[in-house]
């Protein structure tokens, strides 16, 4: 759940302020602000919001050295809404969270509404022992009320790095997973964990019974949503062979929420922060072709000059949701903060808060 507070500026006012004079004020707000004001800047960011970044890396990582960093009281988010929210499930009580644009969202969290996963849940209800038999496992790509789901009903979240140690948690527990929202996240990790495809189905929260039959439910160790990256599903295998035929000796790395056709091709599978890691710890001379959003892709093109880093695709994949977060949206949140003026404030409702913290902090202690 979102609050807006009555603002000083209205954003309107922002629209056709130069480039140059929105980094100017935004640099002026902040310094202002001193240290009253936390700036985070998810990886996919374009540059623009990247520079007034205090920290960066992905939603996880930066939701923690929020709460880390209390001395803070304000958190200004330059990400999407579920990153946001899980800021404020992990941050401290005296800090506020504000996301820039509250229409900056994830197509992907948003293939999974409560009521799908509620009646999902009742559904498997009517063939399993389902609080018995069926772990939920919810990717932190999610809305809040989706932890909190997973921390109801004793289940977990995790990471695109720690995916793979959670399914493991949860098939010690219960004989199925509820794996949601990512079906290409879910299907890569337990393809490199050996599980049968026969063991894996696929839940479409627009049919009945997720469009299987309750005898392919009864058999299936894994329920895998039908969801995935804008992003990331733009890769193709016909992309790959491309690069290696055209690059002689290129090293393709790709996120785990590619298609499992690209992945099955790539030299290289991991998270944001992992593909950063990889690529700035590989030998000069060697070339890249990195397989996730483009503004990560172009920034590690400029910083890691003694590399060939490559756009694994002909065609822009950008996050659309992400790039909501401009220049103008910063500047307007940062200096209506200056005034004493909070704006965008995203304020998880507190049952829903504590449970989704449940399902965060068993991950943690898996991880």
Request: charged share 20%; with cysteine.
């Amino acid at each position: 759940m979102s609050t807006v507070e009555t603002v000083a500026f209205p954003i309107t006012d922002y629209a056709d302020v130069p480039a140059e004079m929105l980094f100017e004020r935004t640099v002026a707000a902040k310094k202002a602000l001193g240290d009253q004001v936390l700036v985070l800047g998810h990886n996919y960011q374009r540059d623009e919001i990247i520079v007034h970044a205090d920290l960066r890396g992905d939603s996880l990582l930066l939701a923690r050295l929020a709460a880390e960093r209390s001395q803070y009281p304000h958190v200004v988010f330059c990400g999407v809404h579920f990153m946001a929210e899980t800021a404020d499930i992990v941050s401290r009580s005296n800090q506020t969270v504000i996301l820039p644009d509250l229409a900056a969202g994830c197509s992907m969290a948003d293939m999974a509404a409560i009521e799908q996963v509620d009646q999902c849940w009742e559904e498997l209800g009517r063939v399993l022992r389902v609080e018995e038999e069926v772990m939920p496992a919810v990717y932190v790509n999610s809305a809040a009320v989706l932890k909190a789901f997973c921390g109801e009903h004793g289940g977990i979240t995790c990471t695109s790095s720690n995916a793979r140690a959670v399914m493991e948690w949860c098939w010690a527990r219960r004989e199925k997973i509820l794996f949601f929202p990512d079906e290409h996240l879910g299907r890569n990790v337990a393809n490199a964990m050996g599980i049968p495809r026969e063991q894996m189905i696929v839940w479409d929260p627009f049919m009945p019974y997720g469009g299987n039959t309750k005898d392919a439910i009864r058999r299936a160790t894994l329920i895998l949503w039908k969801g995935h990256c804008s992003v990331h599903q733009m890769f193709q295998p016909a992309h790959v062979a491309y690069f290696r035929k055209t690059y002689p000796g290129i090293q393709v790395i790709v996120h785990p929420e590619c298609h499992e056709d690209v992945v099955n091709q790539a030299d290289v599978v991991g998270s944001t922060e992992g593909i950063i890691r990889t690529v700035k710890q590989a030998r000069p001379g060697t070339i890249w072709a990195v397989g996730t959003e483009l503004n990560l892709v172009n920034r590690l093109k400029h910083e890691e000059t003694d590399k060939q880093v490559l756009f694994l695709s002909p065609t822009v994949c950008r996050c659309a949701t992400m790039f909501r977060i401009d220049a103008a949206h910063l500047c307007w949140s940062m200096e209506n903060l200056a005034h004493g003026c909070v704006v965008n404030r995203i304020s998880v409702p507190s049952d829903d808060k504590a449970l989704a913290r449940i399902a965060l902090d068993r991950m943690m202690a898996v991880s």
